[in-house]
């Protein structure tokens, strides 16, 4: 025994700290029981979860469950983003339109202006994106032995912003009016253009004052304007013709202050860059589909520790590689990028195999209560690898994953699982990891293997990210005779905005067919 634990331990300590795609919750119960199921691991796709709970059980059934299933998320508020710099757009829209006309603009459109600088620098960060993933197979299980067919597919839309090319250019038009620059008549407007004043010059990381020049480079302010302090007389000025009060003044001054820091830095940038019109903005997408052949075996180890048992997978797993970037500031066309993507992309096979543990603690030791089981599985121990497209070169890494899971029985009819991920996965957003951590239960209402309700509930969190809030699932179905019908989602806790309207940051569902005996 000693031998065994001290081998199994080599094996699995050769997990990565990273890997190349998230654990995948494959099958209507686990999804229902928030993704919690390496320690329950029975029926067909115990293979998947646990190839140990394939050993054969007076409670483990046999035969096929066909589960198919998807989720989506939005990483790192990119919804959130997106939308504040959709709502931006009218007000650059109104600089541009004063930059053609020579017209004037407010000290709102620019503080605006500033918010959005910002919000296309915090675009930038890691862990920002979107990521779908779809999986589905057939599974089948006779006795100890296993058979299936799974895909595994997750896509990534990683979005970078250009914010070196955002030069507005010189139009040969005037922002303001003659003598806008000059002074001001009211003690309260004075106060407030203090206050912008000393906000632009906040913006500002080097002698270069960033907001003048972008606004006023190039002759597009009248000559009165020469720098910050006399821009924001002139954005006073303006507001008080308009009659903008000094507190709305004073309130855009606080708004550029707020987002000095993280605008500064795209402000420089896009007055040593080139034209929004070379702007290289795009969105790439990141995807990988992996189908798995897997035969899966196990074994009862009672002679080393009474209600272990040890099970192994190996696989033929074929790996479709597919990138594409889609430059949204040029011409090109948005189903030009996604015919090239399919066009470009690369298959190749790699072996793989899978191995886990589950002991029955009760078999060792009867008085324990709630029947304990523990298992963990290693999964894609020998990290294969796969062609990427000629376009991008390399290899594609499948790094191995590593998860802990424990179950419980409080009553025959009532079970309670837990799982953690040893390993912290990336995924397809670049820079966004994943270790997911899942609670869940299963009441079985009728718990008639003829005739059954299953009622299932529970609750993961993506403990790699420290911003990530609870999801949670729900399961249910119907389980007549042989034939199992199962249908479970997820929805996160955490909202975010699109469109004015309130939608989750995950979402997903699962669906399955079984036949079971």
């Known amino acids: 025994m000693k031998t065994l634990i001290v081998s199994l331990t080599a094996l699995f300590s050769f997990a990565a700290a990273a890997g190349a795609e998230q654990w995948q919750v494959l099958g209507t119960r686990p999804m229902g029981m928030g993704g919690a199921f390496v320690a329950v691991a029975q029926g067909p796709i115990a293979q998947y979860w646990n190839p140990a709970g394939l050993v054969k059980t007076s409670a483990n059934v046999s035969g096929m469950e066909i589960p198919v299933g998807a989720m989506a998320e939005f990483t790192g508020g990119i919804v959130k983003n997106a939308s504040e710099i959709g709502d931006m757009a009218d007000q650059l829209n109104a600089i541009q339109t004063a930059q053609e006309t020579g017209g004037a603009i407010t000290p709102q459109q620019a503080a605006d202006f500033v918010k959005t600088m910002s919000l296309l620098s915090d675009m930038n960060k890691p862990g920002k994106g979107i990521l779908v993933e779809a999986n589905g197979g057939v599974n089948f299980k006779f006795s100890k032995v296993a058979l299936s067919v799974n895909n595994f597919t997750s896509v990534g839309a990683n979005p970078f912003i250009d914010v070196n090319n955002l030069n507005l250019g010189s139009t040969g038009n005037s922002i303001f009016t003659t003598g806008t620059g000059g002074s001001l008549n009211d003690a ?19 002698t270069t004052e960033s907001v003048y020049n ?42 550029i202050a707020q987002y000095a820091d993280s605008a500064a830095p795209v402000l420089a940038g896009a007055l040593s860059g080139g034209s929004y019109t070379d702007n290289t903005s795009n969105l790439t997408l990141d995807a990988a589909s992996f189908v798995e052949v897997a035969a899966g075996y196990a074994w009862n180890m009672d002679k080393y520790l009474s209600g272990l048992s040890l099970g192994a997978n190996l696989k033929m797993v074929n790996g479709r590689i597919a990138t594409s970037t889609f430059e949204f500031m040029s011409n090109s066309e948005t189903g030009d990028a996604f015919d090239d993507m399919l066009e470009d992309a690369k298959s190749s096979w790699a072996p793989a195999a899978d191995l886990g543990l589950l002991w029955n603690v009760n078999a060792k030791y009867p008085g324990v209560p709630f029947r304990p089981r523990i298992g963990i599985v290693g999964r894609n121990l020998n990290s294969p690898k796969f062609d990427r497209p000629d376009t991008v070169g390399g290899t594609y890494t499948l790094d191995r994953q590593v998860r802990l899971g424990l179950a419980f029985n409080p009553l025959n009819f009532w079970t309670l699982a837990a799982d953690v991920d040893l390993t912290k996965n990336d995924t397809a957003v670049d820079g966004f990891k994943s270790r997911q951590l899942a609670l869940g239960t299963e009441i079985n209402v009728f718990n008639r293997k003829a005739f059954n309700i299953p009622l299932r509930a529970g609750i993961m969190k993506n403990i790699a990210e420290s911003d990530s809030e609870l999801a949670y699932t729900l399961g249910t179905g119907l389980n007549l005779l042989f034939m199992h019908l199962d249908v479970s989602g997820v929805i996160s806790s955490e909202k975010t905005t699109l469109d004015d309207n309130d939608i989750p940051t995950k979402v997903g569902v699962a669906v399955s067919f079984g036949l079971l005996f």
């Open 214 to 255: 972008l606004f006023c480079g190039g002759g597009q302010c009248d000559g009165s304007i020469t720098d910050n302090d006399t821009l924001a007389i002139a954005l006073a000025n303006y507001a008080d013709s308009q009659n903008i009060s000094p507190e709305e003044v004073s309130q855009a001054a606080a708004l």
């Open 188 to 206: 309260a407007y004075t106060t407030a253009a203090n206050e912008l004043e000393a906000a632009l010059d906040s913006l500002d990381t080097t």
